[in-house]
């Protein structure tokens, strides 16, 4: 599956269930293997925390251990897009995918 098509069928998820979410609904893309999953913006929070703890831990590592466990967690740590800025309402009132902005994302990614 592309990301293209992964960030289009999470956005629908959301869609189809925006009260299981909170206010501020994100995707988080793993940089390292184009894996995309849709999380509350309170796990966004928590997830940068994590990482900004696991590159303290990687850069207190010694010698050659420190360049390839840093530039290891920088490949890893994600990014983290807006869902409600991937969505767009029809004339007739539907919400549904912005098929443009999901591409803009995808691009970025080089897929």
Same mark, same amino acid.
Request: glycine share 2%; hydrophobic share 35%.
């Given at each position: ?15 189809? #269930?925006?009260?299981?979410?909170? !206010?501020? $609904?994100?995707?988080?893309? #793993?940089?390292? /293997? ?5 999380? #509350?913006? !309170? ?7 994590? /990482? ?24 890893? /740590? $994600? ?33």
């Amino acid at each position: 599956m592309t990301l293209t098509e992964q960030l289009t069928r999470l956005v629908d998820e959301y869609i189809d #269930n925006f009260d299981r979410f909170d !206010s501020y $609904p994100q995707i988080r893309i #793993n940089p390292a /293997n184009l894996t995309a999953t849709l999380v #509350n913006g !309170s796990d966004m929070l928590t997830a940068i925390a994590d /990482n900004d703890e696991a590159l303290e831990d990687a850069t207190a590592a010694q010698g050659d251990e420190t360049e390839a466990a840093s530039e290891y967690q920088v490949k890893q /740590n $994600p990014d983290f897009y807006a869902v409600k800025k991937l969505l767009k309402t029809t004339p007739a009132g539907a919400t549904k995918p912005d098929e443009a902005a999901i591409r803009t994302i995808a691009a970025y990614y080089s897929e």
